[in-house]
């Protein structure tokens, strides 16, 4: 495709439960970020990826939340144990691997936390 | 550390006047400045960046924005709003090789 897509585009989850969001990004594109935004709040940064380097963990709310990069192509993001707080939209962007290009989003996964 | 400040929640104003949304910035190195608008609902959109060169960089929707190196901003402006405009409004920066860091966002309001 074109751009950036992530699956679902919605999940409703139970609490409790482990969830896994997907991001295909633009394809060369050699680096992907995952953020989440509460309710039409900021963008609160997750996770980086940038080619074969060792992916930027910082984000990471807790050690429920793990992603990984197969091919440096797709990537998921897999929330265990969910709780209500999890509740948000995930986005996903992809850049090439210059720094000066500008990264791409996704339309978001709207998780909700039942 | 990169850090990106957006010091205004929400900025109003009345259609067909200026706009200001302002942003400053911290890194190491050159930065590379980015705006990004989300209209309800939607993805997050590019509207323009500073690399290098021209301080005053012009992008999507009549959006421009001013790259101040001595202060380390880089304000989003528009000569002229429209009500359309209104929308959260993201500053984002990068140095090079390192990831792409976002300020909180700033709601703008235009009314007619």
């Known amino acids: 495709g074109a751009g950036v897509s992530q699956s679902p585009s919605n999940k409703v989850t139970e609490k409790g439960k482990d969830v896994e969001l997907r991001c295909d990004p633009i394809?060369?594109?050699?680096?992907l970020y995952w953020y989440r935004q509460s309710l039409g709040q900021g963008l609160e940064f997750l996770i980086y990826?940038?080619?074969?380097?060792?992916?930027?963990k910082s984000g990471l709310p807790s050690d429920r939340f793990s992603a990984e990069r197969t091919g440096g192509s797709v990537s998921t993001l897999t929330i265990q144990r969910t709780q209500q707080e999890d509740s948000a939209v995930y986005l996903c962007?992809?850049?090439?691997?210059?720094?000066?290009?500008?990264?791409?989003f996704g339309q978001g996964t709207r998780l909700t936390v039942v | 550390a990169q850090s990106v400040a957006q010091p205004e929640d929400q900025v109003n104003v009345a259609e067909g006047n200026p706009l200001t949304v302002k942003c400053t910035y911290s890194v190491s190195g050159n930065p590379y400045l980015f705006w990004y608008v989300q209209y309800p609902n939607r993805g997050l959109q590019f509207l323009l960046k500073?690399?290098?060169?021209?301080?005053l960089v012009k992008g999507s929707y009549g959006f421009e924005a001013e790259f101040n190196k001595s202060q380390t901003s880089f304000h989003l402006k528009k000569p002229s709003a429209l009500v359309s405009d209104s929308a959260l409004y993201f500053c984002a920066v990068r140095a090079y090789g390192n990831k792409l860091v976002f300020g909180a966002g700033t709601i703008l309001r235009v009314k007619s």
């Open positions: 990826f940038q080619g074969n380097s060792a992916p930027d």
């Open positions: 500073y690399i290098t060169g021209d301080n």
């Open positions: 394809s060369g594109h050699t680096a």
């Open positions: 962007a992809s850049s090439p691997w210059d720094s000066v290009t500008e990264a791409f």
